[in-house]
């Protein structure tokens, strides 16, 4: 009987010691991982910012386009004219009830 206890407490001190070992590899996977998360998103950001500007210098250059008189591009220009008198009507509008 007391053989077969400590053969018993042996098998599992053995599992234990398994699920430690898992537990620790578990966590320092997860720390890995959680590194390379944090990389890969400021990554992403970075990406995103310069995108952005991208996107934005692409606008740019199709109203300058515009402006120096491609046919391809009036549509824009006349898109961006109307969106700045839009602008412009607001502005006066606001200065008109604040009783500028």
């Known amino acids: ?3 077969e206890l400590e053969q018993n407490f042996s098998i599992l001190e053995k599992k234990v010691l398994a699920v430690s070992k898992n537990y620790q590899n578990l966590t320092e996977e997860f720390k890995e991982l959680s590194n390379e998360h944090q990389e890969l998103k400021e990554k992403y950001d970075e990406e995103r910012k310069k995108n952005q500007v991208l996107a934005e210098e692409q606008k740019n250059i199709k109203l ?3 402006l120096s008189g491609n ?3 009036n ?3 006349k898109n961006h ?6 602008e412009v009507d607001y502005c006066i509008a606001e200065l008109q009830n604040n009783g500028l």
Do not use: F, G, T, V
């Open 71 to 73: 046919p391809d591009h």
């Open 81 to 86: 004219i109307n969106r700045l008198i839009k």
């Open 1 to 3: 009987m007391l053989k």
């Open 75 to 77: 549509r824009l220009m």
């Open 64 to 66: 300058y386009s515009a």
